[in-house]
């Protein structure tokens, strides 16, 4: 620690600081540091610590006007946005596990990235989710919108309404990769956020979408085709450990949250096998209805194992005149595991034939277990 401690007296020579599980007896020595670092080009301070200490607004002399990439993972730093004022050759910010006396308003955080024209990544992750705010008492974004004009990597944890409020103001048209994670919410509402998502390249013609449940949460990835490899695009994750949760929450987002989803053409849904959820037996069929019918324009439905079981009497339901309110364009259902048998292949059986009879026809394949 001795030589840290040394070697920082150096301000104007160091260009680069990188501790990873800084204790807070080190950390309460930075955070002492007054003085500005003129070549400091790169800092990363991470703590272990669960109430690590705070970083005063005199932190590094609140300028760092070389600095291109700062990661900061557990460590309360509220004046941020004072420190970046200065840093506008920034190409890479990640805030992990926020905790709460680290906390930055949506407002200030957008205040202080209209400064970052540079920004490139950006990340956002908070250890827990705040008390969220009533809808009618949250302050309308203004008209407009500030652009972050090189962000191409953004990655968000916490709760709708934060990010609804932060992206409701930001323009990023050159997003090509966002990666969200609400944390234990159970009603989504974000228009907002839909809007944010579609003035981006992260929603340029998605191809293909997967879902997948585990033991602690539920996932959807949306990729985009470019020539003959699927690239990942999008990805909500939603932390939750009732199935029936995960499977509310998941539909909710799907259809607040997402643009028409016009160009997806292929779906699957599939269980986490090294971590399987706890399915619930009084799960409703209307539920998994209401998670398919954003995806109107899929031809090709492929489910797991397990999925097949759980889902099959949902499409069962759709009979005569109901037959193509959800996946109207399904042409082909992929069943993976062994050959249906029982009720499940009853159910599946009553859906084709009525698909049939529609006009929609629907050709069935059996898939080996991956």
Partial sequence: MANIIVALKQHDLVCKIHIDGIPNSLLKKFATMKKPFPALTSLRLWSKEENALLLPDSFLGASAPRLRSLDLSGIPFPALPKLLLSTHDLAILHLWEIPHSGYISPEAMVACLSALSRLESLYLVFRFPRLRVHRASRIRPPLTRVVLPALTSFDFKGNSEYLEDMVSRIDSPRLSY??????????????????????????????????????????????????????RMLEFRISCKPSDWQLSSLAHVCSSSLPRLSTLEHLGIYENRFSKPQWRDDMENTQWLELLYPFFAVKDLVLS??????????????????????????QNLVLQGPEASGPVEDDIGRFIAARQLSGHPVTVHHQERR
């Fill in 305 to 330: 194992e397990k999925l097949v079981q759980l889902i099959a009497p949902a499409l069962q339901d759709l009979t005569e005149e109901r037959v193509t309110e959800v996946l109207p364009a399904l």
């Fill in 178 to 231: 966002t990666h969200i994670t609400f944390l234990n919410q159970l009603v989504f509402d974000t228009p907002l956020l839909r809007n944010f998502i579609s003035r981006t390249e992260t929603f340029e013609v998605p191809h293909r979408a997967d879902v997948l449940f585990s033991n602690n949460r539920v996932e959807v990835s949306l990729f985009r085709r470019k020539e003959t490899a699927d690239h």
